[in-house]
């Protein structure tokens, strides 16, 4: 790992940092974040940068694709699957959600090229990998497991958390939505999560272990901790703290199971 590397992570770190800042000041009514909640906030996005660095070092993409491929996984991960849950929890009402929707689209979309820039030289070139062939109806069930194991996943981790912390009720007692609006919202945002295990499996050459576990980093740190690490006006810090640790661990089991369920074998893999 060249020396330069980390210095670089945390440069995005605060320009991620800054856009959102910049748009909350621009585009939103939203308080300027004080010292304390721009640092917190500091420490999500340099998870976050860590993480996209990784997969950026790891992929076979020219920069164009791996800039759409960023922004994708940066925008729906991080952004719009949790802004959905948000809102069908009652924790954010419609127009903050689109807010957040909006804020998240537009500041991935600006990150994601210079995150590029900041991480790969001008001359890298896209290289083509070749994976073992799998048929449609390979691909169709492993999704529709994917898609059902995120709804298990979700299910049991929520229910672990509700049995071992009594107080998260005392948070959800006026916000709870219908069983049948919870468990109907997962299947999309499952559905999600397996898309974007594909895209990461598809486009990174490293071993289906390796993949599997930064897909399990990626749902684990952009979809769960780093979100909850800044002070949030919506939730306490008990909350987020106890939602952290529950999504975050839940996020990557999954997300590392679908690594070995969605991956395929290359004919030449570069570890």
Not at 183 to 200: E, H, M, N, S, W
Request: proline share 4%; net charge positive; aromatic share 12%.
């Amino acid at each position: 790992m060249k020396s330069h590397y980390y210095p670089k992570l945390i440069l995005g770190a605060i320009i991620l940092t800054a856009l959102n800042i910049i748009y909350t000041l621009i585009l939103t009514s939203g308080e300027i974040l004080n010292l304390s909640a721009i640092k917190w906030s500091m420490l999500a996005n340099f998870l976050i940068v860590v993480v996209l660095g990784i997969y950026v070092s790891k992929t076979n993409m020219g920069r164009f694709n791996l800039v759409l491929s960023v922004f994708v996984i940066l925008y729906l991960v991080g952004c719009f699957n949790l802004a959905i849950e948000a809102y069908i929890f009652n924790v954010t009402d419609r127009s903050k959600t689109i807010e957040e929707i909006l804020q998240g689209l537009l500041v991935a979309a600006l990150f994601a090229p210079i995150l590029i820039y900041l991480l790969i030289r001008g001359d890298a070139q896209g290289s083509r990998l070749n994976f073992r062939p799998r048929s449609t109806f390979g691909w169709l069930w492993r999704v529709l497991v994917g898609v059902v194991l995120y709804l298990i996943f979700y299910l049991v981790a929520g229910m672990i958390l509700q049995a071992t912390y009594p107080e998260l009720m005392d948070f959800y007692k006026d916000k709870l939505p219908s069983i049948d609006l919870m468990i109907l919202t997962q299947f999309p945002r499952g559905l999600i999560f397996v898309v974007i295990a594909i895209l990461v499996v598809r486009t990174s050459n490293w071993s289906l272990t390796k993949n599997a576990i930064l897909i399990g980093l990626i749902f684990s740190i952009l979809g769960a901790i780093a979100p909850l690490i800044p002070p949030s006006e919506y939730m306490p810090s008990n909350i987020r703290l106890v939602h952290g640790v529950e999504v975050g661990i839940s996020n990557f089991i999954y997300g590392g199971i679908l690594g070995f369920l969605l991956g395929q074998k290359q004919t030449s893999i570069n570890n």
